[in-house]
Every structure is written in C-alpha cells, then in structure tokens.
C-alpha cells in the first residue's frame, strides 16, 4: 500500500494530500530510510513522521483500503512520541 494512502486510512494524517507533501518533504522514513509519498508499507514497518516540533515513530500491523474510526487504531501501534521542545511551562 502506498504510504500516502496508509496514513490517511489509518487517520495519523487526516488529508491525503497532506500525507503526500510531508512525505515528499522528506519528514517521513520507513525502517530509517527516507520515504516518498508513493514508497511502499508493509506489516511490521517502522514509520517515523516528523510533524515540525513533534516526532512520532509507529509500527504497522494491519493493511486496510478502508476502515472506520475505530478501527483505524488498530492499524498501528505508538511506539514512541517526542517534543523536540516542550512549550508547556
């Protein structure tokens, strides 16, 4: 499945169009390598998503064409959420 698609399916990102310029930005890597919006995702890979202050690493479990929202959850697992800054004071 292509990586844009996953991760709107999913609901990590709500827009495809979205998915597919961060990914294209080079904000996106699969397994370490950087990924483009059309790179492939199979179960068991490791997606790390920049999102400007927050870093967010998943693993796949479930491949899907569509889904409803909760179910979406079940697609993937958090694996780890950082802030590169923390603004809460």
Same mark, same amino acid.
């Given at each position: /499945?292509?990586?844009?698609?996953?991760?709107?399916?999913?609901?990590?990102?709500? #827009? #495809?169009?979205?998915? +597919?310029?961060?990914? &294209?930005?080079? #904000?996106?890597?699969?397994?370490?390598?950087?990924? +483009?919006?059309?790179?492939?995702?199979?179960?068991? &890979?490791?997606?790390?998503?920049? $999102?400007?202050?927050?870093?967010?690493?998943?693993?796949? $479990?479930?491949? +899907?064409?569509?889904?409803?929202?909760? %179910?979406?959850?079940? /697609?993937?697992?958090?694996?780890?959420? +950082?802030?590169? %800054?923390? $603004? #809460?004071?």
């Amino acid at each position: /499945m292509r990586l844009d698609k996953y991760l709107k399916v999913s609901r990590v990102i709500k #827009r #495809r169009s979205v998915a +597919k310029q961060i990914a &294209d930005q080079g #904000r996106i890597t699969i397994n370490e390598k950087v990924a +483009k919006s059309a790179s492939e995702v199979n179960v068991g &890979d490791i997606l790390t998503i920049n $999102f400007g202050n927050k870093v967010l690493q998943l693993k796949v $479990f479930e491949l +899907k064409d569509t889904t409803k929202k909760d %179910e979406a959850l079940g /697609m993937y697992e958090i694996l780890s959420e +950082k802030y590169k %800054e923390d $603004f #809460r004071l």
